[in-house]
């Protein structure tokens, strides 16, 4: 019975170092996109584009969430109750429960730079 695999055959020893260590990057990409989170060790700035910027904006004028920035209602919550909407997540806004209390407070802290701009 012939081989299924037959016309797989690595030509030379380059070859199959080289399909092995293919092998191994995909594995370790795969692995990353399984089991990393994306957002782990951001703070701050990086943080908020990274999970926020996409509703609020950059420069907090907001698109599909509401201003954040200067001049919005924002300006007028408690830094608790900033901390209490990035958690739960208000209305249509999905909460961020798996951010370390040193994440949400970054953010908070960035928010406010935001509005002093
Ligand atoms: C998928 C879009 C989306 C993302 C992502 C998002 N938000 Fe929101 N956000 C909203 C919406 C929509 C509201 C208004 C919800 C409501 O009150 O009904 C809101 C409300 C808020 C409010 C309260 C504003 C107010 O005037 O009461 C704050 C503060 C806020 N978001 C901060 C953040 C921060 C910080 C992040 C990132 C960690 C974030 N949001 C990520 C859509 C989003």
Redesign the pocket.
């Known amino acids: 019975m012939q081989h299924p695999f037959r016309n797989l055959q690595y030509r030379n020893a380059s070859d199959a170092g080289r399909v092995r260590r293919r092998v191994v990057a995909l594995a370790a990409a795969l692995l990353l996109t399984a089991c990393g989170d994306s957002t782990a060790g951001l703070f701050g700035e990086a943080?908020?584009e990274r999970?926020?910027?996409?509703?609020?904006l950059a420069d907090g004028s907001g698109a599909?969430?509401?201003?954040?920035g200067p001049g919005?209602?924002?300006v007028e919550?408690t830094d608790e109750?900033?901390v209490g909407?990035?958690r739960v997540?208000?209305?249509?806004?999905?909460g961020?429960r798996r951010?370390s209390d040193e994440q949400?407070e970054s953010?908070?802290v960035?928010?406010r730079e935001l509005q002093a701009r």
Do not use: T, W
Not at 51 to 56: D, E, L, Q, T, V
Not at 89 to 94: L, Q, T, Y
């Open positions: 943080l908020y999970s926020c910027a996409g509703c609020h599909g969430g509401p201003a954040v919005s209602d924002s919550l109750q900033l909407a990035i997540g208000p209305g249509s806004m999905p961020f951010f949400v953010l908070v960035y928010l």
